[in-house]
């Protein structure tokens, strides 16, 4: 009879107002939708991060007159250096093919360059890619070498801009989350008001806090829930639209999106809703209904 | 006890003494703001002495934890000049959500409201609303619903204050009844009539002291 009783007045509570509810699911759903993409990015950068980092290189550039002599020094040297795990000598042709793969896309740009155009290069691994500029500062004075490219670089670059693109999305979940608590006091406020002559009888009668206070905290709860429903499904929406749809030609550039990360990610939402709109609703009854 | 409210610059109730034994009838009478309404206060836990104590149903209630308040309300009923019913419940409902809300089942909500509305002489009006009751009659659902719960002790603050002089004492009547039963009786009232006919114990407060105290004494 009790749980009924509680039930329905959820029920009842959240329609006698369903303006305010709607408002308050909806910055409830945007919020944690937010919260949801800041967390399947945190995991996707995470994925890329591995991914990539294990795979640079260190491209050691030669000039054009490079000698025989310097080239043997410079490979000898590098063989024996501790730094260095892997060292893959590439020549003039190789670096053609390399170049025609990776714009076999544009003809024009391939016709126009000459494999002996190309520099020959050391493509180095290093045991720990963050010791680049120890490479650098050792081998950028060394005779027949031109340039010296990270690619770290770039990705510290790439990975900047992803940092802060999920950096904007948490802060927006986190003021939208503001926004959406300022809805539920003021709704569980309202409520509050609307039933104050049940809360009076129900203190007067000696009903238990716990019993008082239980409708209003679970329509709270209620709501957040829907919202993180809503997530979910926007979550859903995006990864199918966005990701499978007009983004999947970054397929490969980006670690792919599964269902199981957004599964994964669920519980999260649900359980931030549901916890931070039941202790938003307990603490503005303390104050309201002083119970 | 002693009892200053915040930003009040004389004792609401000052230095009082009162004892009260297990079914007993006491009238409280004074002048308005008098300290009266704040003495329930005291018995429901509603507000703490400053200096003092507060013993109910032989227990110490002066320090209780505010937590333990709804249990211990459910051995007082207690009824007010302005009824405060449900205005869309009916009768049985109102003395009924009374029950539940403290975890009785329906099935005995059905087997004892019926039982104390006939006691309080409603039968037959169970199921009007409040807007379908005169004034008597809603402070006849009103004390049903104090009394349901069969407390030992129910406190009355001014329950004729609205009600016509006929009205007031078959109101008073009912008051009597069910202090005969056993329970405890604590009314506070205006009402010189009611007062001089019951021949009751009387304490009048005047200024948050004690003035008189009385076995069968009258108004005035
Ligand atoms: N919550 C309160 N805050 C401050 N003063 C109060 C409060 N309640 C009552 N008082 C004061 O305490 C005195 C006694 O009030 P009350 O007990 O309600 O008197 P009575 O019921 O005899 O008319 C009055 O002077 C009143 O103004
Ligand atoms: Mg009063």
């Known amino acids: ?65 490079v000698s025989e002599q310097e080239r043997t020094e410079l490979q000898t040297k590098l063989d024996g250096d501790p730094l260095v795990k892997d060292v893959l000598y590439v020549n003039k042709d190789e670096a053609y093919k390399r170049f025609k793969e990776m714009y076999q896309d544009a003809p024009d740009l391939v016709n126009a360059v000459k494999p002996d155009q190309l520099p020959e290069s050391f493509r180095l691994k290093l045991n720990n890619p963050e010791q680049y500029k120890d490479i650098y500062d ?32 948490l802060a927006a979940a986190i003021v939208m989350a503001i926004a959406a608590l300022l809805l539920v006091a003021n709704t569980i406020q309202v409520a509050a008001y609307s039933k104050r002559r049940e809360v009076a009888v129900m203190k007067l009668v000696g009903a238990s806090n716990w019993f008082i206070q239980a409708p209003f905290v679970l329509e709270a709860v209620v709501a957040g829930l829907i919202g993180s429903l809503l997530g979910l499904v926007a979550l859903v929406a995006a990864k199918y639209l966005l990701f499978d749809g007009s983004l999947s030609a970054l397929q490969g550039l980006l670690s792919p999106i599964s269902w199981g990360d957004i599964l994964f990610i669920f519980p999260l939402m649900a359980g931030v809703g549901g916890l931070v709109s039941a202790a938003t609703a307990w603490i503005t009854l303390r104050f309201y209904l002083r119970v | 006890m002693t009892k200053t409210y915040p930003k009040a610059s004389r004792p609401s109730l000052d230095n009082v003494s009162v004892s009260i034994e297990k079914g007993e009838f006491v009238f409280f009478i004074g002048p308005s703001g008098s300290g009266k309404s704040t003495i329930i206060k005291m018995l429901l836990h509603e507000v703490a002495p400053n200096k003092g104590r507060v013993v109910v149903n032989g227990k110490d209630v002066t320090s209780m934890r505010s ?73 006849r659902v009103a004390v049903a619903r104090a009394f349901v719960n069969r407390p030992l002790i129910l406190l ?47 304490v009048e407060i005047e200024s948050g002291r004690i003035v008189r105290d009385q076995a069968r004494g009258v108004y005035g």
């Open chain 1, 138 to 169: 050792q081998y950028k004075d060394t005779a027949g070498v031109d340039e010296i490219v990270d690619q770290s670089r770039l990705l510290d670059k790439i990975f900047n801009i992803l940092t802060s693109i999920q950096n904007i999305a």
């Open chain 2, 156 to 202: 009355a603050d001014e329950p004729t204050g609205n009600l016509d002089p006929d009205t007031s004492i078959e109101i008073m009547r009912l008051l009597d009844r069910i202090n005969r039963t056993g329970t405890t009786v604590v009314m506070v009232t205006h009402d010189s009539n009611i007062v001089n006919q019951m021949r009751r114990r009387v």
């Open chain 1, 1 to 65: 009879m009790r749980v009924k009783y509680v039930l329905s007045e959820v029920l009842v509570g959240l329609w006698r107002n369903v303006t305010m509810s709607i408002a308050m699911i909806i910055t409830m759903a945007v919020s944690l939708t937010m919260l949801g993409a800041s967390g399947l990015m945190y995991r996707q950068v995470d994925d890329m991060k591995d991914l990539y980092y294990k795979n640079i290189e260190v491209s050691i550039f030669l000039n054009q007159e």
């Open chain 2, 67 to 139: 937590w333990k308040r709804p249990h211990f309300r459910r051995s007082i009923g207690c009824v007010f000049q302005d009824f405060r019913l449900l205005p869309n419940r009916t009768a049985y409902e109102n003395v009924a959500f009374a029950l539940e809300v403290i975890g009785k089942t329906k099935a005995v909500a059905r087997r004892v409201v019926p039982e104390v509305l006939e006691l309080v002489g409603l039968g037959g009006k169970e199921h009007r609303y409040p807007h379908e009751l005169s004034g008597g009659e809603q402070q």
